[in-house]
């Protein structure tokens, strides 16, 4: 059916979808603590009240849903198994809500209005904010779930139901409460069980005195080194080397003073021996040192493992105390050698993080003695019965040590507790009860609130700072002392650049990006393969993509040979599309790859009558970028005509969904935002569609529009307009896109983006997202990464080591570490194309032996197909795919919704040599490393979005909130719905 019909449906209140009429409930006494789910939803928003349900025998969270006696309605893009509306016949006779006057349940809806669902497992007291959709969730014996419409932020801390899960649940001997009574709701409850103490109120700032001039604070920093490549101290006579380590550090967040970093960071290496040896060449090597200068070469693009010709990663792990003494460079057994200071024991964890490497396990455990009880770290290397004062300095730097490491999240979060409960009315913290606020307490603390989400906390502590610098660019050390000073400025560079000592990231030599796509694609597909060199992935476990394509492949889930389903008898195109770029990433398939596409491309309707056109939306008022560019990446990646595929001019569509202004009615943002496209994923996968078709021109708007979405981190959010979160998948999709585009900015923003998202990698290799340890963030981190493989290899080889940790015995991967095991689609697709490490901006497995039609342009952009056939042979790789670009065509509101944020998506990175389609796939990485010339994609890319866990974008268009991203709910499919954003009633997004 077609999105014109669903929209005369939805406006006369049909249900197009769902499960319409009042469902035989379960009685609600079936239901106890220990058998049974109950399932309770909030329709206070219309005037009515709680209502509960029961499921004796709950499969999923949507059966639930239906069993208790509620009826369900999905949009017209995403299908039923997005939960758009819920009715229950006791409530109004059974009225949906939202109603179609509110929402017109064609595109995923806005972040800010929708059916958010909260799970609560047996014995839990809080709600937590459910990592999968209700498709996919399997409620446990005891489990209540909840429904609430309305929104919620990043991460889904906001938004909880405002009633307690022990409210709704059932009780030991059933319930006997009526489902339709109206419960009153409590105060709404901490979405997660861990309480924060009570501080001084909550610091505000507004203005832009917020912002402070970091790149001022660097220039005077870069004036204070003497020769101009090193810090000196008074107090001791020759280089000071740790406060030039740190001025190092500075420089990189800063991003502006590169000849002042390239000298330090020269001078650095080259008195590497004086510094990581004071005892001299015989001695042992000095934590402190060495933690330093791995940090700085992690900082600046270096390698910790040959700096100044020293193994500075080997220095640290091989020198731990095993007990107090050792010529008194031990306090006690788990201390780096030498570390004189919890500070310096903060460092070597961190270090040895960012290369990859687990902190040993007496390392860690030393903090353990080190945070006293009120959860603040000591500013001394105590001991079991020592006294305990908490230092705030040392405690931030914990925060950031502790926060990703295994076991110790806790401890992180009460340590940054303690620093929330310490902040002042102004902002600013004290480094001991009574001494005035400090700059590089505050500016520490400031790391910890970015790093752990407190965003109100940091604007008030930046703002703090920003007012204690001088006029000359430095900083004073606190409120009453005007004359800057070194220490008290490096570490305010990095609280003013939303930086910190784990994501730093800079390299000062970074050569030119990938010259611009070519601005006239060929006018026939090229006979040679392209030219950028594959490059051998570094050695370790790998995921066995021939057993993963069986899992994809299987007539049980590509329903036949052609399409995955998001609910009976709907294709989810989103899914399908990903399936795709998996199969083409890996080489294994080449014949259920080309049946896939030509279903698309001719196009074939699913079990409802559906085609990709009616996903997409194209030509119609409801049409979206990212759901295009989607469609034209795979189209671009199998060497189809982009202009002419599914019966539509795809580059065309794409130029006249460029923005020109703002504006809410055309799901505009802003200028070069595209319309509908609600997410950084979305943007991205139009860009890198328009690139790789020679476009270069019309996507000039929407380039300039994703960097400045960029973080000073390096990061980027996952939602349009940004939320403040930065979002591991996001800023992967995104790399991806700049590194198509030529010049020295676009490649500064690639490698400060690389910088921040290799600092996210998790312990076990993985990489944070919307399911938590997720799978498809790792695939997506690692295409990120392949193009500098050089500089990250080792990351890289563990995030595919953990991967391959998360395959079943079936060929398929679980959606995240923790939380439900068993193989996910969704999942699948993305790990497996992800995990190769091809960029989509380069992904491209010509397939032959298939016609493709030439277009005929109109001025909607569409086409009218003339088959004209291609001569490749099957499985042959090819370069740039057939078109000729046309004029920009008359703007068409379009929108395809597709979730944003976390999207999961399995994509191939850069050049990869394709296999031969024998299904002996090898992952062979085609890296795009900062040396390279020509980084620009060969036409033919595609770019996946969909996920699992942040999964996003395809037929189930799942919002994910990602940044981490918080999934917004995603109803079936698995789908974890990318939040997305949508002005008033316009519809929502996808990725």
């Not at 002392?481 to 030599?509: F, K």
């Not at 790859?593 to 491309?601: G, K, N, S």
């Not at 491209?844 to 039609?853: A, C, M, N, V, Y």
């Amino acid at each position: 059916m077609v999105v014109a019909g669903a929209v005369a449906a939805a406006a006369c209140g049909s249900v197009l979808f769902g499960r319409p009429g009042t469902a035989a409930a379960d009685p609600i006494e079936q239901c106890t603590a220990t058998t049974g789910a109950i399932v309770a939803v909030d329709f206070t928003h219309w005037g009515g009240g709680v209502v509960r349900g029961c499921d004796a025998h709950p499969t999923t969270g949507m059966n639930l849903l239906h069993a208790a006696g509620f009826t369900t309605a999905g949009t017209e893009h995403d299908g039923p198994a997005f939960i758009c509306r819920l009715g229950t016949g006791t409530f109004n006779s059974g009225t949906q809500y939202p109603t179609p006057a509110e929402e017109p349940c064609v595109n995923t809806p806005q972040a800010t209005a929708y059916w958010s669902y909260w799970i609560a497992e047996p014995g839990q007291q809080a709600w937590s904010y459910s990592r999968f959709g209700a498709g996919t969730q399997k409620p446990k014996p005891g489990e209540v779930e909840a429904w609430v419409y309305g929104g919620t932020d990043i991460g889904g801390t906001s938004g909880a139901p405002g009633f307690t899960p022990d409210s709704v649940r059932a009780k030991s001997g059933g319930s006997s409460a009526s489902p339709s009574a109206p419960l009153s709701p409590s105060a709404t409850p901490s979405p997660t069980p861990t309480s924060t103490p009570s501080p001084t109120p909550t610091p505000t700032s507004t203005g832009p005195s917020a912002t402070g001039d970091p790149a001022a604070a660097a220039a005077w920093l870069a004036r204070q080194l003497v020769g101009g490549d090193h810090m000196e101290n008074w107090a001791v006579e020759g280089p000071d080397h740790p406060r030039t380590a740190l001025t190092a550090i500075a420089l990189a967040a800063a991003g502006t003073q590169d000849p002042a970093l390239r000298r330090t960071t020269a001078f650095l290496s080259a008195h590497a021996d004086a510094f990581l040896y004071p005892d001299g060449p015989a001695g042992r090597p000095d934590a402190k040192a060495a933690a330093l200068l791995a940090l700085v070469a992690e900082s600046t693009g270096g390698d910790p493992r040959a700096f100044g010709g020293r193994d500075l990663i080997a220095a640290l792990t091989g020198h731990v105390c095993t007990a107090a003494g050792e010529n008194g460079k031990c306090t006690a057994a788990g201390d780096f050698l030498g570390a004189a200071s919890p500070w310096v024991q903060s460092l070597g964890v961190i270090a040895l993080q960012r290369a990859g490497v687990t902190p040993p396990a007496p390392a860690l455990a030393r903090f353990t003695t080190l945070q006293c009880a009120d959860g603040g770290v000591a500013g001394s290397m105590i001991v079991a019965g020592d006294h305990c004062e908490s230092d705030p300095l040392t405690t931030g730097l914990a925060v950031l040590a502790l926060r990703t490491a295994p076991g110790y999240e806790t401890a992180a979060k009460k340590a940054s507790d303690q620093l929330a409960a310490g902040q002042q009315a102004d902002g600013s913290l004290l480094p001991y009860l009574g001494a005035p606020g400090d700059t590089i307490s505050t500016a520490s603390a400031a790391q910890a609130f970015r790093a752990t989400g407190q965003d109100t906390r940091r604007a008030a502590a930046t703002a703090w700072l920003a007012a204690r610098q001088g006029t000359d660019g430095g900083f004073g050390p606190d409120a009453s002392t005007t004359d800057p000073d070194p220490a008290a400025t490096e570490q305010a560079i990095l609280a003013l650049t939303g930086t910190d000592l784990t994501s730093v990231r800079h390299n000062p030599d970074a050569t030119t990006p990938p010259t611009t796509p070519a601005t006239t694609p060929p006018t026939s597909p090229a006979t040679t393969p392209p030219t950028s060199p594959a490059t051998t992935p570094p050695a370790g476990r790998t995921p066995d993509a021939a057993k993963g394509s069986a899992y994809l492949t299987d007539p049980s889930r590509l329903i036949n040979g052609r399409y995955y389903e998001g609910f009976p008898a709907f294709a989810d195109f989103g899914l399908t599309i990903d399936g795709a770029y998996a199969l083409a990433a890996t080489g294994t398939d080449d014949a259920a790859l080309r049946r896939i596409v030509d279903f698309l491309d001719q196009p074939g309707k699913d079990a409802s009558e559906r085609t990709v056109n009616d996903w997409t939306g194209i030509g119609t008022e409801y049409a979206g970028g990212g759901s295009i560019g989607k469609e034209a990446l795979l189209a671009e990646a199998v060497g189809r005509n982009p202009r002419a595929f599914g019966g539509h001019d795809l580059i065309a569509a794409l130029a006249a969904l460029v923005c020109t202004k703002a504006d809410q009615s055309t799901g505009c943002a802003a200028p070069g935002n595209y319309t509908y496209a609600t997410s950084v994923f979305s943007q991205a996968l139009g860009i890198m569609a328009q690139l790789r078709a020679g476009d270069s021109t019309n996507a000039a708007p929407a380039i300039a529009y994703l960097k400045g979405l960029q973080h000073q981190d390096g990061s980027w959010p996952s939602l349009i307009p940004a939320t403040g979160d930065s979002d591991v998948d996001s800023t992967a999709m995104a790399v991806m896109a700049l590194a198509l585009v030529p010049g020295d900015e676009a490649a500064r923003a690639v490698d400060q983006g690389l910088g921040w998202l290799a600092a996210r990698q998790l312990p076990d290799g993985g990489f944070p997202g919307a399911a938590g340890d997720s799978t498809n963030s790792a695939a997506l981190a690692i295409q990120g990464m392949t193009l500098r493989q050089s500089t990250y290899g080792a990351q890289i080889a563990k995030a595919r080591d953990f991967l391959s940790g998360q395959q079943n015995g079936d060929g398929g991967f679980n959606v995240a570490s923790a939380g439900q095991p068993g193989s996910d689609v969704r999942a699948s697709t993305q790990v497996l194309g992800g995990a190769t490490g091809i960029s989509f901006g380069t992904l491209f497995r010509e397939l032959g032996g298939t016609s493709t039609p030439t277009p005929t342009p109109t001025s909607t952009g569409t086409a009218t197909p003339t088959a004209t056939p291609t001569g490749s042979p099957t499985g042959t790789p090819t370069g740039t795919p057939t078109g000729t670009p046309t004029g920009t065509p008359t703007s068409i509101p379009t929108n395809t919704p597709s979730p944003t944020g976390s999207p999961a998506t399995a994509g191939p990175s850069d050049t990869a040599a394709p296999s031969t389609g024998d299904g002996s796939a090898t992952w062979s990485a085609g890296g795009i490393d900062a040396p390279a010339d020509g980084r620009g994609a060969p036409a033919g890319g595609a770019a996946a979005q969909t996920g699992s866990g942040s999964l996003a974008g395809t037929g189930t268009q799942a919002l994910t909130l990602t940044a981490g991203a918080g999934v917004l709910t995603a109803l079936g499919a698995a789908a974890v719905l990318v939040a997305r954003r949508r002005a008033a009633a316009a519809p929502g997004r996808h990725r």
